[in-house]
């Protein structure tokens, strides 16, 4: 099967060759069509690569490309493992014709692959054979093809090698031929081909090779006339060879000489955008070389070129925001060589001009980012500016301009809005250096809330902080306290740790104090005491109190505060305070304050229902308690807790607690006698005790328990002689002795003893009219003797000495009569 194959392959082959010589084209395609597919069941390699090739390239010259390129690439499969299958001539064709057919379908690499074998092929049958034309016009039409691939694909180096090679084949062939027109046709395109590579992007290619096309554009231009555009751009590539030869002031002067040409295009209605675009790229060119220039007459020279070219260009069309741009570079670029060289006020009007464009492309476009980076730079290289100005007017004359301008640009958009805010920082600085605070404040205030905004869009505070010491100082030095206090205290809470701020700090507070203690106003002083030692607290939790100055301070003020709670009727919260700051100082000086307050409570006691009293009393004795166990030795806790304990039996006694109220009076007398031997000479306490067993006397006597009674009453008596005898002159003494022998009158009376019930009513009737004498006049003395003469009467007419009972009634009758 596989030798009929061949054949039939073979033989089909011939008559579809025969067929292309006679052009039947349609029937030997049908024919080649059947060779194709017998040849695959021939195996013979070398008949189905000639089967292959022509058919390729009968599909291929009919406009087939892509069914001649899937031919072509089997076909290229096999010859190039066995490259003889096919004549040289054939090969040279085929992948020729297989790298159009391959380009026409994108695949561009794999055409230039197979363009360069077929250049190859085409080499080597010109060496064999220079004199065949044929050979030479298509390796040149190959090369051409080459070349404007490599060209499109931005090969450029080997581009200008395939066309370089293909004219010089060209030239060669013209001295053989005759065939003027053709030659001629050929060569043009492929030097237009060869004119067609972009200067620009070829500046990378081989030094030499890229001159040579400079040569040919020149010459290209020159042909067409003087003062073209191109020529322009030929002059602009040659500034770039000069440019990477170094040759840097040459480049210049072309590029000069380039921009001269171009701009005068720029008024040609035709040419105007060219003109324009052309010259946009040759300043860019020029901005570009003077980047390392470091002479600054030059650099001012040269961009005086460029800034008068951009204003031209920028005159041509006024509302192109990137012209604007150029001119505003240009001048802020001039402004900074012109600082540079010591020209401020030269500096400052460029750049001035600059700001003003800038700000203008930015009030008519606002997103702009183009316009807003260049805004942004130009202005900082104001602001640098006006740092320099000596003196501070015109330094805030400037800023003020600057302010103005930047306004409402900068309130939408946030690095604008921070340049403002610096403004307003910078301002403020010299107007505080002045001692303007409250204009220096307006300006901290406007930079902070900018600063605000920024923080809470962002999460950068850098720059607060420095305003906020401003602001803070300035503050601080108008006497405006409570808003300086606030701003030291958000330094300090931003981490802020400055030795200064917490000084600060600390004078506002002893200051608001001050002023607070002298208003005079309970209310207000409470509420500001609160506000400072809040604030004192919150510095104790943000800054090491190393000095425990702080603390020391906040236990004044709440020792303050505790007296202005007292003054105010809050004394249990006083007491509460007070009792907070003894535990933390071992000193005892605020005893004192806890004794004369839990007095101030007893005595508030007294007007309370008797029920509160109680309590009261009840609640002072538990304070007393635990003061006398930590302070034994202080005989004033003692004293008070010995009137407390008094007061409960007191109050127990009138509530009609009677058990309980001699338990109390028991304590009281306990407590008495242990202050009477502390203090042997404070009477005080040997009256209590005297006054205590005279109670606890009736309270016996209510009991029924005579003999504790009885004892009770003689004890009482004996105190109260001790304490005549102490201080003679003392009425209280020898009332209270004779209120004793009253009542132990009374005592023994209702127990039947009339004669020493009889006893008893006498000396006291003796002991009050003796005090009486003393002041006759006093009403209540001549009761007391009144009241004795008329107890003493009942017991004698119980006696049945009715005589002598009638003389005390009468006697008693007289004085009540005043007799």
Known sequence: MSKKARDMAYRHFNKGVSLIEKGQHENALKILKQAAEQVKDADSPQI????????????????????????????????????????????????????????????????????????????????????????IANMVSTLNNMGALFAETGKYEKAFDAFEEALKLQEELDVETHDENGTLRKKKTIRENLLNIPLEDASEMEKEKYEKLLQLYMKEAEAEGEKTLKVASILQNSAHVLENEGQKDAAFSKLEEALGIASTFIDNDKNADSGRKLSIGILRDMNRLLEAEEDTQKLMDKYGIILDASRYILASEPENISYKLNVAFSLDIIGNLLKDSGDIEDAIRNIKESVDIVVNILQNEVDDNNAIHAAVAIIEDMLALIELKDENESKLELYKQLGNKIGKPGQDN????????????????????????????????????IYETVKHATGDDSKMNEVLKNTAKAQFDLGRYDEALISYMQLIKSGETDREFSDRIDIILLELEKKADHTGDVDFIAKEYDRI??????????????????AGRIREIQGKKADIMVAMGQLTEALNLYEQLQMKEDSGRYIPKIIKLLEKMEMSASNQPIDKKLEVLEFLLLKYNALAEKYPDNIQILVNKASV?????????????????????????????????????????????????????????????????????LTSLETYRNLMKADPSNVEYELDHAGVLDGMGAFFLNAGMY???????????????????????????????????ENLGYVLELMGRKDDANWMYESAKRIEEGN
């Open 533 to 550: 030692l809040g604030i004192r607290a919150e510095l104790l939790g943000i800054l090491p109190d190393l000095e425990g100055k702080n």
């Open 414 to 449: 946030l690095e604008l809005g921070l340049i403002s805010a610096d403004i307003c920082k910078e301002t403020g600085l010299i107007l505080a250096e002045e001692k303007r605070y409250s204009e220096a404040l307006e300006n901290f205030k406007k930079a902070l809330s």
């Open 48 to 135: 189905e690569v000639a089967v292959l090739q022509t058919y390729a390239d009968l599909l291929f010259l009919q406009g087939k490309k892509e069914e001649a390129l899937e031919r072509y690439i089997k076909a290229a499969d096999i010859v190039e493992n066995e490259p003889d299958y096919l004549l040289p001539e054939q090969r040279a064709n085929m992948f020729s014709n297989m790298a159009l057919a391959l380009e026409n379908t994108g695949r561009k690499i794999e055409a230039g692959d197979r363009y360069a074998i077929a250049a190859q092929n085409y080499r080597d049958l010109v060496q064999k054979d220079p004199s065949n034309h044929s050979h």
């Open 755 to 789: 004669g020493e019930a009889k006893k008893s009513y006498e000396n006291a009737l003796r002991s009050y009219a003796a005090i009486m004498d003393q002041n006759p006049e006093n009403v209540t003395y001549r009761s007391y003797v009144r009241i004795t003469l």
């Open 645 to 713: 304990i008094d007061g409960i039996a007191y109050t127990l006694s009138e509530k009609g607690e009677t058990e309980e109220s001699g338990y109390m009076c028991n304590y009281a007398l306990e407590t008495y006698s242990e202050l009477a031997a502390l203090e042997p000479e404070n009477l005080f306490s040997v009256e209590r005790i005297a006054a205590l067993n005279s109670r606890l006397a009736e309270l016996a006597v209510g009991a029924g328990i005579a003999n504790e009674a009885e004892k009770r009453f």
